[in-house]
């Protein structure tokens, strides 16, 4: 078994910053991508930025230039950092890796969602 923890969620006002950090921890072999997703009432989830175990990036559109997604591999740690923060980007957001266990299982995890909300 395989658990996602997220912190670093808050209240912000638009402008400021916050860190996501994302912890996996239990039977794991290796992960391969690790991810942020968000959600908002009425809205399907949608990514926001993964990274790769080698690093490489990719990020949505809408928050380009903005936020930074970084790992550690030997802590199974992803980080979100979210700069110039907008209204907009008031969501609940979820972490995801995709796991290789011990039991030699691929599979996505997820972890529990932690809320932000920017303030105008």
């Known amino acids: 078994q395989v658990q996602l923890v997220e912190s670093g969620g808050g209240l912000v006002q638009a402008g400021g910053s916050l860190r996501l950090s994302c912890v996996a921890s239990?039977?794991?072999?290796?992960?391969?991508?690790m991810g942020w997703y968000r959600r908002t009432p009425g809205k399907q989830r949608e990514l926001v930025a993964a990274?790769?175990?080698?690093?490489?990036?990719n990020y949505a559109d809408s928050v380009k230039g903005r936020f930074t997604i970084s790992r550690e591999n030997a802590k199974n740690t992803v980080y979100l950092q979210m700069n110039s923060l907008k209204p907009e980007d008031t969501a609940v957001y979820y972490c995801?890796?995709?796991?290789?266990?011990?039991?030699?299982?691929?599979?996505?995890?997820w972890g529990q969602g932690t809320q932000v909300t920017v303030s105008s």
């Open positions: 995801n890796a995709a796991c290789f266990t011990t039991t030699l299982q691929t599979k996505d995890y």
């Open positions: 990274i790769t175990s080698r690093g490489s990036t």
């Open positions: 239990g039977s794991i072999f290796s992960i391969n991508a």
